[in-house]
């Protein structure tokens, strides 16, 4: 069971890149890597995926070294309405099912 | 539209009761989720449904009870609600099993008292 390990909370002004990272040591070859995004009150929502390399899209982008046992993800120019709690996920599919292991999240703030 | 709702958004109810959360899903996905949400923010899947069929129980109390008429749909019931009951609720679906983007509802918080 792939376990992710990820700073509790950070802080940050608005206009900087945010890079919070994640630790996955025990990720599966099969796994991929999934972040998602929780405002207080709603249900998450979905980032970015990605399972080597780097992926970008308008929101964001994701950086996975060579040996997978970690990721970054970047928040280009924070604005305070990134202020949230961010996930990381490593792909859990026992059987066949998805699985969706959320962790602790990292609560980020941004500041003017 | 919204993509997965839920209903009721609160719920607040005594000990003991019984309760029902729908959850409703138009995106044509074929795997439904229950996920609950303590107070100290922490997400736990509670069961996975794919095709109407259960594929995942997370050592849920039987007290609570997934049902699943059809693939757009999947509600929650819950016998003798108890006070560690309280949390909030998220419903979620997604298209197929695997490492795929999960949509979520706005949450169920439940109040038992």
């Known amino acids: 069971l792939a376990k992710t390990t990820q700073p509790i909370s950070m802080d940050s002004y608005e206009g900087q890149e945010v890079n919070i990272t994640c630790s996955h040591n025990n990720i599966a070859t099969n796994d991929y890597i999934t972040w998602y995004q929780q405002f207080p009150s709603q249900g998450p929502r979905f980032i970015i995926q990605?399972?080597?390399t780097k992926v970008t899209n308008e929101v964001a982008s994701l950086f996975i070294p060579a040996d997978r046992k970690s990721s970054t993800l970047s928040l280009p120019r924070v604005s305070l309405s990134d202020t949230a709690v961010y996930y990381c996920l490593v792909g859990d599919s026992p059987g066949g099912g998805n699985k969706l292991t959320f962790g602790t999240g990292t609560q980020l703030k941004v500041e003017l | 539209d919204t993509a997965v709702s839920q209903t009721p958004k609160y719920l607040v109810t005594q000990m003991g009761n019984d309760k029902s959360i729908k959850c409703e899903q138009n995106?044509?996905?074929?795997?439904m989720y229950w996920y609950k949400q303590d107070s100290k923010k922490f997400l736990k899947i509670m069961f996975s449904?794919?095709?109407?069929?259960?594929?995942i129980n997370e050592t849920v109390p039987n007290r609570f009870s997934p049902k699943s008429p059809d693939k757009a749909h999947l509600n929650l019931h819950i016998n003798s609600l108890e006070l560690g009951d309280s949390a909030v609720y998220f419903c979620?679906?997604?298209?197929?099993?695997?490492?795929?983007?999960?949509?979520f509802g706005q949450g169920t918080r439940l109040t038992v008292v």
């Open positions: 990605g399972y080597k």
């Open positions: 995106l044509g996905h074929d795997t």
């Open positions: 449904y794919n095709n109407k069929e259960l594929i």
């Open positions: 979620a679906s997604s298209h197929g099993q695997v490492n795929t983007e999960a949509f």
